[in-house]
């Protein structure tokens, strides 16, 4: 295999994705080096099945192995919300905190969990998915500048900072999505060849 393509088109994750391949023997490529692509609707109902929806499309668009995610922010007191429509529970990222700290007004129950299922295609086929989660609690405010989306107000289980207040580094250690990617990454080293062995 000479690359695997990183198909999303937000840019904090591609960042994230880069920092964690960084000392990895895979070559990432990125939508950015595929012009003219679009992205498919995200019609599932599941992480597991958009992140497939959008892996096995780019793998067609790019002729090449492709990983994509979905993920989002599981609120208990909200029933899961915002859940699979995280990305679209607002026009902005301020707007979706505003939202969802609004929603959570008054209620006692602030345990959440962010999850993220990485699949990986090839030929528009899904060949695995992988889920990691990592689970705290809903600040009341927003609370540093780093990261992306509903950082600033997810306080980890462990640490008294949120995800905002963490580095990039840090919060690789134990995100959702660095969890799913370390299943991940044994797939594409061990076994992802056994499929592309003809690209
Ligand atoms: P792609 O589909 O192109 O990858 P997207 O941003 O639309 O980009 P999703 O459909 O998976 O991605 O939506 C995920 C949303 O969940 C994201 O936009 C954030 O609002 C939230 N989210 C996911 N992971 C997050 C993280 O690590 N930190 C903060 N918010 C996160």
């Known amino acids: ?38 992205e498919p609707e995200e019609n599932g109902s599941t992480f597991e099945e958009n992140a497939g929806i959008k892996a096995a499309s780019a793998s067609i668009y790019c002729s ?10 599981e609120v208990e007191a909200l029933d899961g919300r915002p859940g699979i429509h995280s990305s679209r529970y607002a026009a902005t990222d301020a707007e979706r905190i505003a939202r969802l700290l609004g929603e959570l007004e008054g209620k006692e129950n602030r345990r959440a969990r962010f999850v993220c299922v990485i699949s990986i295609a090839f030929n528009g086929e899904v060949l695995a998915s992988f889920e990691g989660e990592v689970k705290g609690t809903i600040l009341t405010e927003p609370r540093g500048g780093n990261g992306f989306g509903y950082d600033p107000i997810f306080q980890p289980d462990g640490f008294d900072k949120s995800f905002a207040e963490l580095s990039q580094d840090e919060k690789n250690r134990i995100s959702h999505r660095a969890r799913a990617y370390a299943k991940a990454l044994e797939f594409v080293e061990d076994e992802l060849s056994v499929f592309t062995d003809q690209f």
């Open 1 to 38: 295999m000479s690359f695997i393509v990183a198909a999303t088109g937000n840019q904090h994750k591609l960042a994230e994705y880069a920092k964690l391949l960084a000392d990895q023997d895979v070559e990432i490529k990125s939508l950015n080096d595929f012009p003219g692509y679009t």
């Open 64 to 73: 090449a192995p492709a990983f994509a995610d979905d993920s989002g922010l």
